[in-house]
């Protein structure tokens, strides 16, 4: 369609108007003119019935007070350059743990059954799947009541198991903090959200319920994402070898085969971090951003948009255009070290947006990036990887709210490192 009406165009979703951004020129005239105006987020029913009632920040439908509270006890509590500096040592020692399938395991229960992680991968699962879908509701409200294709009853009973999942680790964490209100050893994200919410008042919501919302929040954003990227990352390396072995020769050259990868080798791994931008650039997150809502009416390219308005940027176009990205299609790292090297994905580069750009642009893009690069490295450093038989990587992509593989990511991997490396 961008290719067919340009880079901006009008579609129409039932009762609501929506405006197509597939140009890096126009996303930045949108995110730097009319910032304020795009602050607010369609209420949905998704949001709504998963999101406590919006209180999911990242769903939250305005950038009014609630949001500005909870974007900076996000920022600075949970996502803060101090607080990850902090827990650098529980990221190493659980990838480094998952990475030789260990036992530890997410969701995992006193019994060791594995029973809550499966609960839990079941109920994220299904959230992404909820968010991702286009319902009567949303676009005609007059037929909500009708729930065409009861999928807004399955996604109260999806809730129900959420909630009832998250509100156990809420008590958990009440009973063990001690008389004073601390904690002894490592704070997780609900520990900090609970020493954060006493004492304060929100009109919105209680702090029970900020609590819950905000570290399912915090656990959706990092936890399927993360595991798509690094699937499309591996994928692309195993349809370019000549990258893989690039990568792997400079592992080699910093870190060596004698001792397992630090999280102070990554700065040194230049090659590396350029693979995993190039990886953003051709596969983010979501080919389509966020859509935001217009509070006040805007002229965009010379072009009249009423308040009201949903905007959504075309990733997939903006970071693949051949006025900016020379073989667009082509799995290229090497330009984020020629050409692009002053572009970063901090979401002020327009060319180059997969976390979103503005004020409402994803606030763990640091921790997201410190955490592909180190698995992947730990990954690549620790592991000979390669396909059965050789064969390319099928790189269909499915459809919904994150952008996943259509079909699993088949690999073999063997040990390159001494046995004694991954005790």
Not at 290 to 295: A, I, S, V, Y
Request: proline letters at 4%; aromatic letters at 10%; glycine letters at 8%.
């Amino acid at each position: 369609m961008a290719d067919k009406y340009g880079p901006i165009f009008t579609l129409r979703f039932g009762m609501h108007q929506a405006v197509v951004v597939s140009n890096s020129k126009i996303a930045k005239e949108c995110f730097t003119t009319y910032g304020k105006a795009l602050l607010s987020r369609p209420k949905l029913l998704a949001s709504y019935h998963l999101g406590y009632n919006h209180a999911m920040f990242g769903f939250a439908p305005d950038g009014g007070t609630y949001w500005r509270e909870l974007r900076k006890i996000v920022s600075i509590n949970l996502l803060g350059s101090r607080q990850l500096g902090l827990l650098d040592h529980v990221r190493v020692s659980e990838t480094k743990t998952s990475i030789v399938v260990g036992k530890r395991y997410f969701g995992v229960d006193a019994d060791g059954d594995g029973k809550e992680g499966r609960q839990f991968q079941k109920v994220f699962k299904d959230f992404f799947y909820f968010m991702g879908l286009f319902l009567v509701g949303d676009a005609i409200p007059f037929l909500q009541w009708l729930d065409l294709g009861g999928h807004e009853k399955a996604m109260k009973e999806a809730f129900k198991e959420m909630d009832s999942l998250i509100s156990e680790f809420s008590k958990e964490h009440r009973q063990r903090r001690e008389p004073g209100g601390g904690y002894k050893g490592d704070q997780d994200f609900m520990d900090a959200m609970l020493s954060t919410l006493q004492g304060r008042d929100f009109a919105d919501f209680d702090a029970e319920t900020i609590n819950k919302a905000t570290c399912l929040n915090m656990i959706v954003a990092g936890g399927d994402t993360p595991s798509v990227i690094l699937t499309w990352a591996l994928s692309l390396l195993m349809n370019n070898r000549h990258v893989l072995k690039k990568a792997q020769e400079e592992l080699e050259l910093h870190v060596g085969n004698e001792r397992q990868i630090e999280v102070s080798d990554i700065n040194k791994l230049f090659y590396l971090q350029a693979i995993i931008k190039e990886t953003l650039r051709l596969y983010p997150g979501s080919q389509l951003s966020g859509p935001r809502d217009l509070t006040e009416d805007c002229t965009i390219d010379g072009y009249y948009i009423p308040k009201g308005t949903r905007l959504i940027q075309n990733l997939w176009k903006i970071q693949r255009d051949p006025k900016i990205w020379a073989d667009p299609l082509e799995f290229r790292p090497e330009r984020f070290l020629t050409t692009h090297k002053h572009v970063d994905v901090n979401g002020l580069h327009f060319d180059l947006i997969p976390f979103g750009a503005g004020r409402r642009a994803c606030p763990g893009i640091e921790y997201s990036i410190q955490m592909l690069n180190f698995v992947l490295a730990t990954l690549l450093h620790g592991f000979e990887i390669s396909t059965p038989d050789n064969v390319l990587v099928d790189m269909t992509e499915s459809a919904g709210l994150i952008n996943k593989k259509a079909t699993p990511l088949e690999v073999l991997v063997a040990p390159r490192l001494a046995p004694t490396l991954y005790e």
